[in-house]
């Protein structure tokens, strides 16, 4: 699984993890989307945008509250942003994470200044290239994965938490289990292949899990970081990483730019050789770290929380005094150079005749039949036709073609099934009618339009389904004006506001089936005559044999009694 994922089951087709996706990293398969690792820069704006909630985070929490039950030292690298999260409970989260069980924890912005150092020196370079700082992992993957061209602009160093994380396991032991807690669901995926970082977590996963241990802020002491400056803990504000540079008289100019949309326009910019001799400190989110992807979902404003990070900050001047860094001597032997590799997969580009043909299949056969609508996510409808043929998207994502296609075979149903259908608004006016129904009561479309539906049929049938919520089905019934004989449903769609009028006219199959009566019935009377008629002859024929049968016996008995004379006389 990547670190950001959607739920399969819940995944409803609306597209807006889609629409938000800066990169277009979401292929969308048998209408489930899922994430594109290879091109997907975990910026977190799916996974907010899914109205389903829908998103899976890979939590390491698990892998964490393991490293805390063994026998090995656990030390927490938390990044300054977590004051703006936590507000005036801020002091007490150094003892919250103890009592979790981690043996130490530090600020992860304690090992930024080889990192500024750098910075400074690319901000001083003598020559007009334009170079990116590489604080924000989301940016830096915008650019490998997006923009390899310009690689070369991005500055060779390590994140902060990187460094920190070389830095405590130069300090405790290569052995020290590292954790970094931070505002960034980016941070999980640069830590994976870094051996300084053992684990990652977000604010939001730090914040569920002290609740669900029960563990009250308020009853907790106060426990402070000391030793870092005013101008560090501010660090997670838009400007501030590189605000000591920008006031020097430096080489290059200094641009601060944050949110994603306007750090595309930057690198596109830079692509295009309009940007010069400038240093530009880049964040993904907007209001940067305090407006990072894994901060809680609490409804507290970024203005909200640069105002906790600044009142905290100042409380804390105030309390003590800034201390001395005494980090520098574990920094000074950590390495912040790094080489960024391009990650880039380039699309498949396919022919125009490739993208015609895509485009015809989502009825778009002509300039005007691209509405560049973008509710399937694309910018374009021939965006949206690449990503068909890179198996990215899917034809029915089209929201226009598919609604009017199932416009088209609504219509299509509606005109030609056998059925009379009228349908008609709560006040029973008619608003349309299929051609079945202008036919039965011969009138033209436009003329019936708008017309009461009593005008044609009996209203009291109408008003009954309506105020009593009961509908008619398959009723059998004659409308003398038309001397026609109908089976009727009349249905109140409630939802709509609206009344149903389904009928076939049966009048044919009446007379006919009336027909077929009378010829049966005429054919039993025939029936019954033939009987009667052979009943009669019957009787006739029985009559005539016991007339010849009687004179028969007479014959024959007077034949007997001359023969018995006969026999005696002699």
């Given at each position: 699984m990547w670190f950001v994922n959607f739920s399969k089951t819940n995944c409803k087709n609306c597209y807006a993890c889609v629409r938000v996706c800066p990169v277009n990293a979401i292929r969308v398969k048998d209408e489930k989307a899922r994430i594109i690792k290879e091109r997907c820069i975990v910026c977190g704006r799916c996974s907010k945008a899914c109205p389903q909630n829908t998103k899976g985070i890979r939590s390491e929490k698990s892998i964490v509250k393991h490293f805390l039950k063994s026998k090995e030292k656990v030390v927490a690298s938390i990044a300054p942003s977590f004051i703006s999260t936590f507000g005036e409970n801020s002091s007490k989260i150094p003892n919250a994470l103890k009592t979790l069980g981690f043996d130490y924890v530090e600020?992860?912005?304690?090992?930024?200044?080889?990192?500024?150092?750098?910075?400074?020196?690319?901000?001083?370079?003598?020559?007009?290239?334009?170079?990116?700082?590489?604080?924000?992992?989301?940016?830096?993957?915008?650019?490998?994965?997006?923009?390899?061209?310009?690689?070369?602009?991005?500055?060779?160093?390590?994140?902060?938490?990187?460094?920190?994380?070389?830095?405590?396991?130069?300090?405790?032991?290569?052995?020290?289990?590292?954790?970094?807690?931070?505002?960034?669901?980016?941070?999980?995926?640069?830590?994976?292949?870094?051996?300084?970082?053992?684990?990652?977590?977000?604010?939001?996963?730090?914040?569920?899990?002290?609740?669900?241990?029960?563990?009250?802020?308020?009853?907790?002491?106060?426990?402070?970081?000391?030793?870092i400056s005013l101008h560090k803990r501010l660090f997670p504000i838009v400007g501030q990483p590189i605000k000591d540079i920008s006031n020097q008289d430096t080489k290059k100019n200094i641009i601060s730019v944050d949110g994603i949309e306007e750090c595309i326009q930057i690198l596109e910019s830079i692509k295009r050789g309009k940007f010069k001799n400038t240093l530009l400190e880049m964040s993904c989110c907007r209001h940067s770290c305090i407006g990072g992807s894994g901060m809680p979902e609490d409804g507290i404003s970024c203005y909200e929380r640069k105002q906790n990070l600044s009142k905290y900050a100042n409380n804390l001047l105030i309390k003590n005094k800034e201390g001395i860094n005494d980090e520098n001597n574990y920094l000074s032997k950590i390495c912040v150079h790094k080489e960024f590799q391009s990650l880039n997969i380039p699309l498949r580009i396919p022919s125009e005749e490739e993208v015609e043909e895509i485009l015809n299949t989502m009825g778009k056969y002509k300039k005007s039949d691209e509405l560049n609508c973008g509710s399937c996510g694309y910018k374009t409808c021939r965006e949206k036709a690449v990503a068909v043929y890179n198996n990215m998207a899917e034809i029915n994502m089209c929201m226009p073609f598919m609604r009017e296609k199932s416009e088209n075979i609504t219509n299509i149903i509606f005109d030609t099934t056998p059925n009379m259908i009228v349908i008609t608004n709560k006040d029973l006016d008619i608003i349309q009618l299929n051609h079945a129904a202008r036919k039965f009561f011969n009138m033209e479309r436009e003329v019936v339009k708008g017309l009461p539906i009593v005008m044609f049929l009996e209203e009291e049938k109408f008003y009954n389904v309506k105020n009593n919520n009961k509908n008619i089905y398959k009723e059998k019934v004659t409308i003398k004006q038309y001397d026609s004989t109908i089976i009727q449903s009349i249905i109140w769609v409630e939802q709509s506001q609206l009344m149903i009028w389904i009928a076939d006219d049966i009048t044919r199959n009446e007379y006919i089936e009336k027909k077929l009566q009378n010829m049966k019935i005429d054919a039993i009377n025939m029936a019954q005559k033939v009987i009667n008629k052979q009943m009669t002859v019957a009787q006739e024929i029985a009559s005539l044999l016991g007339e010849t049968t009687a004179e028969t016996k007479v014959t024959l008995t007077q034949l007997k009694n001359l023969i018995q004379e006969e026999e005696e006389n002699i």
């Open positions: 600020e992860t912005i304690s090992a930024v200044d080889p990192i500024i150092k750098e910075y400074n020196i690319y901000a001083n370079k003598d020559e007009e290239n334009t170079y990116i700082t590489s604080f924000c992992p989301s940016v830096n993957n915008l650019i490998q994965k997006h923009y390899p061209e310009i690689i070369n602009n991005l500055i060779p160093v390590v994140s902060p938490f990187i460094c920190h994380g070389n830095m405590l396991k130069e300090k405790y032991g290569e052995d020290v289990k590292v954790v970094f807690i931070g505002p960034c669901l980016a941070k999980k995926v640069e830590a994976y292949d870094n051996e300084s970082i053992d684990a990652v977590l977000t604010f939001e996963e730090l914040e569920k899990w002290i609740k669900s241990e029960n563990i009250n802020l308020k009853e907790l002491e106060e426990s402070a970081f000391n030793n």
